[in-house]
């Protein structure tokens, strides 16, 4: 033993010349020094169970400063060894003794206080920092991935390490003047404790949600939208349960070093679902039930995050306003929003191509016997209530301003296919030409020339063929162009009462925000006024209705039934031209009309029948052309006509006109009747007081002439034309001097 302790000496005991010298320089062989050093601290331990110190440590510790100067230790080396071995013994023996933790946190607070001075070598700075590395590495892999490295029951371990990781990281980044070592280990620098801590919540909280999103990752990347949706769910769920967990058992603890350690932690894992989401969205572009329940469940874990942060920052001067800021908003309302309107948008295309495809193809056929109306019509509320329907099935609460705009956009294409069935032309299209007054003979060369004119600025396309009569049997009369009015009129009827349904749908499905009534929606409609979504529409309806319904009408008599009335009724002379033929046409057309209308579309249409009707009597009577002349002793016959004529209505349009709205229509007629039975003095009277009145010339004096009064078409006997036109088919001598003599109108031969 001798012999090799003095080999030892003999190596030991050397200058850096290698010359003898006084002093022993056993640490010329760093790190061995440290090496053996800390094997010589390490039998501290009790052999029997190395998580316990012996209790002779101190004498123990005082035998082993006898080493220091061959070793060249000193107290500042042997607080860093000895942390570092109580650290070690602490790892090494399973973690199980928390002593040696706290003994190792109590040590490193004395290297601290040995760091702060300023007497410190570069060997000194090399040993620390690899001591104080070592623990931090060791402890930060498990910080963090703290849920992972503590499981349920565990997280109390926590106490006790951040303290000791948060001491390391102070003194290497603050207190340690030669920071090379630090910079070549490539470590993050945190400058303050509470940054250090948010670094490991932050890390923790993406490795969990990495680990659940392993398990959910093969779902999400398969084309079957049901399993992405399932997975998209399932990770939320698991999310929520995380955020509860965190909150509960690692939050308290985090929370003496960070003050709002449970919002930071909730933001995270918000940040991480909303990548994952916005992935997912990346490949959702129109609205789905799918798509729907990940979003409302995007809605739910965002609200419930959201939460948590500001529970959590109730003690913070800003509430945790800050922290909310950086948290990017999911906007699933506005995506939700988004989707919806793209659905509406797709479903009013759908619609419009409809529109589209009526206006270049609609034959205004009848889709069948039962369905006498325009087959794009059923095809166009198919789709209407397709959209509302499904509209209320999106499992979303509906708000008032979803379903006031849906409603707007459906009543804009409702008025658009209204306006197209509504345009058909109008009734001024079949009124024949008024002729001039005249009163030349039937054989006149005018008379010719008028033979020859065509009685209506109508194409020829849709002309009745065969338009005679033949003996007491004439021919029906209704042509096939006023057939497709009268499916326009049903298909306007049909839309109307489906627009009843639709409207009921949109008021009574339930939504989130029920508008009272006694507001004003956003469109500007009143709900004060209305209780209905389609009030434009139906105003358009009614508006169509009656113009086709005119249309209808005039077609009919002027067009249609030409033949026997404008064209024939009282040619020649009014015993040989009756009005029989004439009613017995018009009841067959009003018998077809009833049975191609459909109910409600008979009333309308049939007050205008009579009021076409009435109004072609009444220019047969007073702009029926030189070809008739009309007696006073022919008004008998006349006016027992037109009772005949009224009775059609009364008859045939039972329980569709009432007989006060016909003899209030007839007025106008039997006062030009009651015209035509005054005698011809009484008439140039007449004419001459209501002229004067009218044009404002008072008494008109000798030898002065009464002035043309203008023909306005709106005949009644109080109107000087009307009464003048009674002149000019009065073939008597009076009347033929009274007009020769006023207006220079040829006398009749």
Known sequence: ????????????????????????????????????????????????????????????????????????????IHNVCFTWLLFQQYVATAQTEQDLLCASLAMLSEVANDVGKSDREVTYIRILSSALFSIQDWIEKRLLNYRESFQKGMAGLMENLLPLALSTARILNEDISNLSAVQEKGELAMDTVENRVDYYIKSSMRNAFAKILENVAYSMDTELEQEATEALLQLAKETEEIAKEEKENFSPILKRWHPIAAGVAAMTLHDCYGVVLKQYLAGVSTLTNEAIKVLQRAGKLEKDLLQMVIEDSVDCDDGGKAIIREMV???????????????????????????????????????????????????FVRLARETVDHF?????????????????????????????????????????????????????????????ATPCKVGTEDTPRGGTTDGNHPRPSTSRGTQRLYIRLNTLHYIYSHLHSLDKSLSLSPRQNSMPRNQIASNGRNFANSSSYFDHARVSIQAATQNVSEVAAYRLIFLDSNFVFYDGLYVGDVANARIRPTLRILKQNITFLCAILTDRAQPLAMKEVMRATFEAYLMVLLAGGSRRIFMRSDHEMIEEDFDSLKRVFFTCGE??????????????????????????????????????????????????????????????????????????????????HFLKKNFQLAKRR
């Open 329 to 379: 908003p999911y906007d699933v309302e506005s995506i939700i929003l988004s989707l919806i309107k793209t659905w509406v948008d797709e479903k009013l295309k759908r619609l419009r191509d409809c529109l589209n495809r009526a206006k270049d193809t609609e034959t205004w056929n009848p889709k069948s016997k039962n369905e006498p109306f325009a087959q794009s019509a059923v095809e």
């Open 1 to 76: 033993m001798r012999t090799l302790c003095n080999s030892v000496i003999s190596l030991a005991w050397r200058s850096a010349n290698g010359t003898s010298t006084d002093v022993c320089h056993w640490a010329d062989g760093y790190p061995l020094n440290i090496n053996v050093y800390i094997s010589l601290l390490h039998t501290v331990f009790d052999l029997k169970d190395e998580t316990l110190v012996l209790d002779e440590i101190d004498e123990l510790i005082e035998l082993m400063k006898k080493t220091w100067s061959t070793l060249g230790i000193n107290k500042m």
């Open 392 to 452: 209320f099935e999106i499992p979303i609460d509906i708000s008032d301003e979803l379903v006031e705009d849906l409603a707007d956009a459906l009543e804009h294409l409702f008025q658009d296919y209204i306006s197209f069935v509504g345009q058909c032309g109008s009734k001024q299209s079949y009124l024949p030409a008024l002729p001039p007054l005249t009163r030349c003979s039937r054989g006149s060369r005018f008379l010719q020339l008028w033979r020859k």
């Open 655 to 736: 329980g569709l006109i009432s007989e006060e709205v016909v003899e209030k229509e007839a007025e106008t007629v039997e006062g030009v009747i009651g015209l035509m039975a005054q005698c011809t003095e009484q008439l140039v009277e007449d004419f001459s007081i209501v002229t004067c009145e009218v044009s404002g010339l008072g008494v008109i004096g000798s030898g002065q002439k009464l002035p043309m009064p203008p023909t306005t078409g709106r005949w009644n006997r109080a109107d000087p034309n009307t009464i003048l036109r009674v002149l000019c088919y009065r073939d008597d001598k009076t009347a033929n």
